[in-house]
């Protein structure tokens, strides 16, 4: 039987649907059984982006099988409103903020990365590999595709929906909330790990001779032996962290 049901997606959830559907009540026909994760899932939206899910007035569960006639509005996570005595669809979020980025996010880690955030990224991740790390090491997924979102194992995960990576910094700090939790150089850009202050003496020998003239605080990676000062990548850091702080 021919099942007709009106649905209406409510803010940035709009950004997954063509203009004919968005900010507006529309109506669906469907013959399948349907749970209501598939079916907001058919209309491009990853469950990962999902808070709230109401039919006909009353909170759903993913499981919910859609009937005829319902009338099913579908809300992303909510920032001040207080919906407590509703039920939530997304896992509580993650108290320490720590992420997995796709391959097409590399910028972005090393971005994260300066501003002290712990980023784990490579070039090589296969989405099943992602899901699986950020599931085992409690991470959220940062992604520029929404295949990886729509997986069913995925918990925690964010859609990337700019373009330019000082774009998506400032789209993960606001969606985060991580503007007060900057830690500039305190993590190695190329592999994440924490960065440890190193006496100049240590380091002198392998110094350009300019950097020996002007700097005195070396910061050094053990993993990678690699030494970091403030140079030029910390003055584009600050420029960057000033122009969110503005936000
Ligand atoms: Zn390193």
Known sequence: MLKKITLRFYEELNDFLPS?????????????RT????MTESFGVPHTEVDLILVNGNSVDFSYLVNDGDDISVYPMFESLDITDLQHLRAK???KP???LDVHLGTLAKYMRMLGFDTLYQNNYEDEEIVKISLKEKRTILTK??????????????????STTMDQLIEVIKRFDLKEQTKELSRCLLCNSLLKIIAKEKVIGRLPRKIKELQNKFYYCENCDKIFWKGSHYTKMKGIIEKIMLL
């Open 35 to 38: 749970s209501v994760k598939d």
């Open 145 to 162: 595709g929404r295949g990886i979102l729509k997986r069913s194992e995925a918990r925690h995960g964010h859609w990337i929906r700019s």
């Open 20 to 32: 004919s559907k968005r900010k507006k009540r529309f109506e669906h026909s469907f013959i399948d």
């Open 93 to 95: 979020p993650l108290r």
């Open 98 to 100: 720590k992420f997995i």
